[in-house]
């Protein structure tokens, strides 16, 4: 009896210890740096492991079929919209963005997988308000600062 209750325990720790990392509160507290679409779109130079003349579709998946063809350096100008399409172009402009940071030699806290799963996932969603709040959430890491 008391191996059962031991082993319920530790497998009620693993879970809670799981959760803990899971959650959506603490999902991207790491890391100090990032920059932001304007220094991005200005500084090609920089870039690492990506063209400005890439695709957004070549990175990206789920985007408005008109958005699909733009260029990753385009896509740092896109402006927003009231409407769904209006708001892919706002995560779109703060994920490219996202993407360098954490493709570059700074502090980002996390890498490229990351940022583009949570895109891909936020536009397969088809929810204006989940894309703005992922955009939202990606904005607020690329202005903590950048280093370079």
């Known amino acids: 009896m008391r191996k059962r209750i031991m ?8 879970l809670a ?4 990392v899971m959650s959506p ?4 507290e790491r890391g100090t740096e990032g ?5 991005w779109k ?13 695709t957004v579709a070549s990175v990206f998946d789920g ?3 008109s ?14 919209g009231s409407n769904l399409v209006g708001a892919e172009r706002i995560l779109l402009r ?15 806290g996390y890498g490229a997988a990351r940022v583009i799963n949570s895109t891909n996932r936020a536009l397969l969603s088809d929810s204006r308000s989940r894309i703005l709040k992922m955009a939202a959430e990606f904005d607020r890491l690329n202005n903590r600062g950048c280093p370079l």
Do not use: R
């Open 7 to 14: 082993s319920v325990l530790a497998l009620s720790l693993a």
């Open 17 to 20: 210890s799981l959760t803990a």
């Open 25 to 28: 509160a603490m999902a991207w």
């Open 35 to 39: 920059c932001t679409p304007g220094y």
């Open 42 to 54: 200005n500084h090609p130079e920089a870039w690492v492991g990506y063209s400005p003349s890439q």
């Open 63 to 65: 985007e408005e079929a």
């Open 67 to 80: 958005l699909s063809d733009a260029t990753l350096i385009e896509a740092l100008g896109f402006k927003g």
């Open 94 to 108: 703060a994920s490219v963005a996202s993407l360098l940071s954490a493709s570059s030699d700074i502090d980002y």
